[in-house]
T-cell receptor, first 113, second 113 residues
Framework: GAVVSQHPSRVICKSGTSVKIECRSL??????MFWYRQFPKQSLMLMAT?????????EQGVEKDKFLINHASLTLSTLTVTSAHPEDSSFYIC?????????FGSGTRLTVV | AQSVAQPEDQVNVAEGNPLTVKCTYS??????LFWYVQYPNRGLQFLLK??????LVKGSYGFEAEFNKSQTSFHLKKPSALVSDSALYFC???????????FGTGTRLQVFP
């Protein structure tokens, strides 16, 4: 149980375009979801916390207008990278709290060319 | 503020030998501690967690960890390493009054045949 499905696994987009990443909880209701960014050979950096039906809470230094997070239902949270640039290229991972633990999506490799 | 330290960027061990991946934490109150493993271009897989109770926690794939409150440590161990254990390992902590999970910088485990 407690599976989170993240799509797409890989995406390549042109600079200036927007990309949407979806994270779905398959067999439970995810009241809270988290979005992380991981640079090569580095740790996971928490970008924001999204709660169903309310605005996301962004960590310090994360541009909320660039990284739009929507959590409109208990099973779906989306991260949209707007006007993407090469420096936004990274590995993005979603996570949902579940009981006393957390379950993670399989990640999205974003490459902006 | 809560934080996690993984002092070793890489740990090398021969197959069949015991392995230890170190983790220390700083948090107010009683911590929730986690270990995750990540394979290339994948999300995080849960290994084990400590919430309360017995200080020795047994997890997936033969891994275990010992919670040491006096040393604020939560080292990951395995009696006999396998080549397939080679991956990136993350320690994480969640403090009281928050649902955010904060990660250490990760330790790359390399098991040699």
């Amino acid at each position: 149980g407690a599976v989170v499905s993240q799509h797409p696994s890989r995406v390549i987009c042109k600079s200036g375009t927007s990309v949407k990443i979806e994270c779905r909880s398959l067999d439970f209701q995810a009241t809270t979801m988290f979005w992380y960014r991981q640079f090569p050979k580095q740790s996971l950096m928490l970008m924001a916390t999204s709660n169903e039906g309310s605005k996301a809470t962004y960590e310090q230094g994360v541009e909320k207008d660039k990284f739009l997070i929507n959590h409109a239902s208990l099973t779906l949270s989306t991260l949209t990278v707007t006007s993407a640039h090469p420096e936004d290229s990274s590995f993005y991972i979603c996570s949902a709290s579940y009981g006393e633990g957390y379950t993670f999506g399989s990640g999205t490799r974003l490459t902006v060319v | 503020a809560q934080s996690v330290a993984q002092p070793e960027d890489q740990v090398n061990v021969a197959e069949g030998n015991p392995l230890t991946v170190k983790c220390t934490y700083s948090v107010s109150g009683n911590p929730y501690l986690f270990w995750y493993v990540q394979y290339p271009n994948r999300g995080l897989q849960f290994l084990l967690k400590y919430i309360t109770g017995d200080n020795l926690v047994k997890g997936s794939y033969g891994f275990e960890a010992e919670f040491n409150k006096s040393q604020t440590s939560f080292h990951l161990k395995k009696p006999s390493a396998l080549v397939s254990d080679s991956a990136l390992y993350f320690c994480a902590v969640r403090g009281v009054n928050t649902d955010k999970l904060i990660f250490g910088t990760g330790t790359r485990l390399q098991v040699f045949p």
